[in-house]
């Protein structure tokens, strides 16, 4: 096993990954995998909170995902991509990690109460919908990372996690409730605490100027969408400014993609300059700019998109020797939690190999 820091993080499969996870998460991961020991989950379990009625487009997702992560530059010969699905020492942790969180404490995280507002669940969701959050700790504290790259509505997941680390290692532990959480490894606890490592830009807002983007909100530019796509979805984004001489708000949703995708910093600021001096520059032609800059970095994942095009076979591939790494590492976990749990009667039984009649 690897002795580089440990991280971990992943996405569920609801669609495929877009210019929000380039800049929160993604883009992050790719320059980490080489100092880092790095492990990607696909949260195909968290998908039937919402779509259980569709696991076909789950599957589908799924592998639709993977092939995004190696048109964006993750490499499987460093990274670990698992599913979720196919690591039962998650769905273990996830049972015991559901004990030690007061109810109430899951039902106030605020990412929880976004998402039943914008995806309209009212009072229909399922049992698992807020259980996924209690879910989403143990799909963490199973590889027992010291960070976790996320956009920044993650952060209070990862707060939760957090918690149970340190409730965990306090009660079954013996770590001091004091304890600093960089410590609690060295006195004996079973699990870091991990710190969300949030990107440059935290939360890229949609093409509607509003929202997060979102693959659930219909305002998403992703990142297999062709540059006329990309063109066309950069022209929509509202700003409600009339003219080129009128002085621009720099703070609205277009410049949050100037900042985020032209790189040439000079021309970012002679742009915000003219800008909020009204100084003859139309929303149209930073639009035309922005949309270049997000296809100029889009061209080398349309190449190395192109390679897997029709090659489920190499995704399963990697998903096959991503799980199996997965599984050495959370079953790893599971018996120094149990262990430390009161739980700790003998390595895993289960071997259906072992049955002979
Ligand atoms: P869904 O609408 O199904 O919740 P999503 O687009 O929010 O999908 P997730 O799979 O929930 O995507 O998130 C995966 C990762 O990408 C998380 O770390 C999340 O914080 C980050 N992320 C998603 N959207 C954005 C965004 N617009 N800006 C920054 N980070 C984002
Ligand atoms: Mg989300």
Redesign the pocket.
């Known amino acids: 096993m690897s002795d580089k820091p440990r991280i971990l993080?992943?996405?569920?499969p609801?669609?495929s990954l877009?210019l929000?996870?380039w800049?929160?998460?993604v883009k992050r991961r790719v320059e980490l995998q080489d100092s880092h020991d790095c492990y990607f989950i696909l949260a195909n379990m968290h998908a039937f909170t919402t779509r259980s009625d569709k696991p076909q487009e789950i599957r589908r997702d799924s592998i639709e995902i993977v092939r995004d992560y190696l048109a964006m530059g993750i490499d499987p010969a460093k990274a670990t991509i698992f599913l979720q699905s196919e690591v039962p020492a998650i769905a273990e942790l996830c049972f015991l990690f559901a004990m030690l969180l007061p109810f109430n404490r899951v039902m106030r995280n605020p990412t929880l109460k976004t998402?039943i507002e914008l995806k309209g669940l009212g009072e229909t969701y399922s049992f698992g919908f807020p259980l996924y959050a209690v879910g989403q700790t143990a799909d963490i504290l199973a590889f027992r990372p010291v960070g976790v790259p996320?956009?920044?509505?993650?952060v209070p997941h990862l707060e939760l996690t957090r918690e149970v680390a340190r409730r965990f290692n306090q009660m079954y532990c013996k770590v001091d409730e004091h304890a600093k959480d960089e410590e609690h490894v060295a006195l004996g606890g079973v699990f870091p605490v991990p710190r969300a490592d949030v990107?440059k830009?935290?939360?890229?807002?949609?093409t509607d100027g509003v929202n997060?983007?979102?693959?659930?909100?219909g305002n998403?530019i992703f990142i297999s969408d062709s540059p006329k796509e990309v063109q066309k979805k950069v022209n929509r984004i509202f700003t409600g400014r009339q003219s080129p001489t009128e002085p621009g708000d720099t703070g609205n949703a277009l410049f949050q993609y100037v900042d985020a995708f032209i790189t040439d910093e000079a021309r970012v600021a002679e742009l915000r300059d003219r800008y909020s001096r009204g100084d003859n520059i139309g929303d149209g032609h930073i639009k035309a700019e922005v949309a270049e800059a997000i296809n100029a970095m889009l061209a080398p994942m349309r190449e190395r998109r192109a390679q897997y095009e029709g090659r489920d076979d190499l995704i399963l591939d990697i998903l096959r020797d991503g799980c199996a790494r997965a599984n050495r590492t959370a079953e790893a976990t599971l018996l120094k939690a149990k262990e430390a749990a009161g739980l700790g009667f003998w390595p895993r039984t289960l071997d259906l190999g072992a049955v002979r009649r």
């Open positions: 993080t992943g996405d569920t609801t669609g877009h929000g996870h800049v929160g998460s998402e996320v956009g920044e509505d993650q990107g830009v935290g939360r890229l807002v949609g997060k983007m979102s693959k659930s909100l998403a």
